[in-house]
C-alpha cells in the first residue's frame, strides 16, 4: 500500500465519482477503478458501494478513510519537518564554553540564535577547554568554546577559528596595597599570593603564565586554583591573593576590587570555536551562520576553513584580527 492509494480513495469518496475522481487526479478512470480494487484487495474489505446513484464508502470505507486522512496528514507533516530540520531550523545544538565566553561574544551570539532559530534545542555546558575538546572528540558536543587551539588525542580532526583575543590583566582587593595603581608588573605579583586557573582545565593558560613569572615560579606553584573567573575576581575581593585572568573580567565589576594592567602586557591564548567538520549537524551549520552575520571577521575565518580548497595552511596566520576593544582599565 502507498500513499497514492489513500489519495485515491479519498478523491474518489469526496467525488462520489469515479470519472470525476479521475479527473481530479489527472489519471484516466480505468486505472483508478483498478487501484482502488486492489486497495481492497489489500485491505480484505469492501470500501466502496458502486451505485447508480454513485459511489460512497461503506462502513469499512469510511473507518479506512479517517485513518487514510490522518496517514497523509502525517506524511505531509513528516516532509515539513523534514526540511525545516535539514535548514537547521529544528534540532538539537549541544555547545560547551568555557565561563569567560559568557561575558563576551556568547551574549550576542545566543541571543540572536535564539530568536532566528527558536525551534532549535539549545544545550549548554559550562566546562574547561580541555574537557570541551574532549567531549568534541568522543561526539558528546557540537561545538566547543574554549582557550587556545585545541590539543591531545583526536584534536587533529577539528576545525577550529578565533572569535575573540585577550590580553592578562591582575584583579584585587580594594584594600590591597597594589589597589589604585594602573598596572602592576612581574616582579611585584611574584611576591604575591596568586589566584589562577587550574593546569588540568586551561593548559594553555597556565604556560603562559609559567612564561611570564617562570617555570619554577614559586608564586604560581603555591597559586590558589579557580575554575572560573567569577571564582577569581571573588577570590581576590576576600583577600586571598591577587588574580590573574583575561581582560574580559572587566566586563564584570565587582565592589571591593580592583584591576590593573600586567606589564609587560602579555596576551592569552585567544578564544577559539572549535568543531568536528566531518559531523556537522543543519542545527551546527545554522549556528555558524549565526556566527558569520554576528562577527563577521570570524565568518571570514570560517569560510577560508570551510570553503572551496585554497592555500589554507600556506597562510601563516589566518585567525582575524580583534573582534572586540577591551574597556579601558579603571
Same mark, same amino acid.
Given at each position: 500500500? !502507498? &500513499? ?10 469526496? $467525488?462520489?465519482?469515479? #470519472?470525476? &475522481? ?36 461503506? &462502513?469499512?470505507?469510511?473507518? %479506512?478513510?479517517?485513518?487514510? /486522512? ?17 535548514? #537547521? ?7 560547551? %564554553? ?12 545566543? *541571543?540572536?540564535?535564539?530568536? !532566528? ?5 539549545? @544545550? ?27 590539543? *591531545? ?13 585577550? $590580553?592578562?590583566?591582575?584583579?584585587? =582587593?580594594?584594600? $590591597? ?22 593546569? @588540568? ?6 604556560? #603562559? ?12 606553584? *603555591? &597559586?590558589?586554583?579557580? /575554575? ?16 590573574? #585572568? ?28 572549535? %568543531?568536528?567538520?566531518?559531523?556537522? =549537524? ?13 562577527? +563577521? ?6 569560510? $577560508? ?8 595552511? =600556506?597562510? +601563516?596566520? +589566518? ?7 577591551? /574597556?579601558?582599565?579603571?
Amino acid at each position: 500500500m !502507498e &500513499a497514492r492509494h489513500l489519495r485515491y480513495a479519498l478523491t474518489l469518496a469526496e $467525488h462520489e465519482h469515479f #470519472g470525476r &475522481a479521475a479527473g481530479a487526479l489527472g489519471i484516466a478512470q480505468p486505472p483508478l477503478s483498478k487501484q482502488i480494487a486492489d486497495l481492497e484487495r489489500e485491505v480484505g474489505a469492501r470500501l466502496f458501494d458502486r451505485t447508480r446513484q454513485g459511489v460512497f464508502p461503506t &462502513a469499512a470505507g469510511a473507518a %479506512f478513510l479517517c485513518r487514510a /486522512r490522518r496517514a497523509l496528514d502525517e506524511i505531509a507533516a513528516a516532509s515539513v519537518d523534514a526540511a525545516r530540520a535539514a535548514r #537547521g531550523e529544528t534540532g538539537r545544538l549541544r555547545l560547551g %564554553f568555557i565561563a569567560s565566553a559568557l561575558l563576551e561574544p556568547l551574549p550576542d551570539v545566543l *541571543g540572536r540564535f535564539g530568536r !532566528e532559530r527558536p525551534d532549535v534545542r539549545l @544545550e549548554l555546558h559550562e566546562m574547561a577547554t580541555s574537557r570541551g575538546t574532549a567531549a568534541l572528540v568522543t561526539g558528546e558536543l557540537d561545538a566547543a568554546i574554549g582557550l587556545g587551539r585545541p590539543g *591531545g588525542i583526536g584534536a587533529e580532526q577539528l576545525v577550529s577559528v578565533p572569535i575573540g583575543h585577550d $590580553h592578562l590583566v591582575a584583579v584585587m =582587593s580594594s584594600t $590591597h596595597p597594589y589597589a589604585g595603581q594602573s598596572s602592576v608588573d612581574v616582579d611585584q605579583l611574584r611576591r604575591q599570593p596568586l589566584i589562577v586557573a587550574p593546569g @588540568e582545565d586551561e593548559p594553555a593558560v597556565v604556560t #603562559g603564565l609559567r612564561a611570564l613569572l617562570g617555570k619554577d615560579s614559586k608564586a604560581l606553584s *603555591g &597559586a590558589t586554583v579557580a /575554575r572560573d573567573i567569577h571564582t577569581i575576581i571573588g577570590l581576590a575581593a576576600c583577600g586571598v591573593g591577587v588574580g590573574l #585572568g583575561p581582560s574580559r573580567m572587566l566586563a564584570a565589576p565587582r565592589r571591593g576590587t580592583w584591576f590593573c594592567e600586567v606589564t609587560p602586557r602579555t596576551p592569552l591564548p585567544n578564544l577559539v570555536l572549535s %568543531f568536528n567538520a566531518r559531523d556537522r =549537524s543543519p542545527a551546527l551549520n545554522a549556528f555558524l551562520d549565526v556566527i558569520r552575520k554576528n562577527c +563577521p571577521e570570524v565568518g571570514a575565518a570560517l569560510d $577560508h576553513r570551510l570553503g572551496p580548497p585554497g592555500p589554507k595552511d =600556506s597562510d +601563516p596566520d +589566518p585567525y582575524p584580527t580583534s573582534l572586540r576593544h577591551t /574597556r579601558a582599565m579603571p
